[in-house]
């Protein structure tokens, strides 16, 4: 299996802050790696796929970046809406993992 | 407008079956995998298992392998997750999603409770 491990698992952060989130992946997952956000009670919501590709919808503020084993999340400039736990997926010949997720606070 | 609807909550007692559903709206229901996802109360996400619904191929997580059933209904454009005999570690969120190229949709999740 391939697992996923971010860094950090909590992030305290003010608002107008640059936030970068990091994914790291046991073995080389070329860029079957996407990125969600999910707040308290909702399900998750599609943030960036294949690694750097921006969801419809999503703001730009949001970017992804990496292939192989180390990929980022990048936050340009936090605004209220994005205090939220954030994952990485990996999509690997018909299985998915997904990283222990990363907890972004207000500061 | 794609959406996948799920069945509402349950509350179960420790040992008893169930089954939970998924459907699916506004694209060709045979065309995609749906996976389901488990969250524990104050947990991570943890992957169960896919189906594609064209030929019921159905891959599942180790972690989940003989635990859990997955299947589908192609004709009423629906999957579901069952149990045969439920644990009280069972309590939690359970959401399905589509794959395409990658996981694009998701349910709004069934909370299932066991407890005695």
């Known amino acids: 299996d391939i697992q996923l491990t971010q860094s950090p698992s909590f992030l305290s952060a003010s608002v107008g802050d640059r936030v970068t989130i990091t994914c790291r992946a046991s073995?080389?997952?070329?860029?079957?790696l996407a990125w969600y956000q999910q707040k308290p009670g909702k399900a998750p919501k599609l943030l960036i796929y294949?690694?750097?590709?921006?969801q419809s919808g999503v703001p730009s503020r949001f970017s992804g970046s990496g292939s192989g084993t180390e990929f980022t999340l990048t936050i340009s400039s936090l605004q209220p809406e994005d205090f939220a736990t954030y994952y990485c997926?990996?999509?690997?010949?018909?299985?998915w993992g997904f990283g222990q997720g990363t907890k972004v606070e207000i500061k | 407008e794609v959406q996948l609807v799920q069945s509402g909550a349950e509350v179960k007692k420790p040992g008893e079956s169930l089954k939970i559903s998924c459907k699916g709206s506004g694209y060709s229901f045979t065309s995609y995998w749906i996976g389901w996802v488990r969250q524990m109360p104050g947990k991570g996400l943890e992957w169960m298992g896919i189906i594609y619904p064209g030929d019921s191929d159905t891959r599942y997580s180790p972690s989940f392998q003989g635990q859990v059933t997955i299947s589908a209904d192609k004709s009423i454009s629906t999957a579901y997750l069952q149990w045969s005999s439920l644990k009280a570690s069972d309590t939690a969120m359970y959401y399905c999603a589509r794959q395409g190229g990658t996981v694009d949709y998701w349910g709004q999740g069934t909370l299932v409770t066991v407890s005695s």
């Open positions: 073995q080389g997952i070329s860029s079957y």
């Open positions: 997926q990996q999509l690997n010949s018909y299985s």
């Open positions: 294949a690694a750097s590709t921006l």
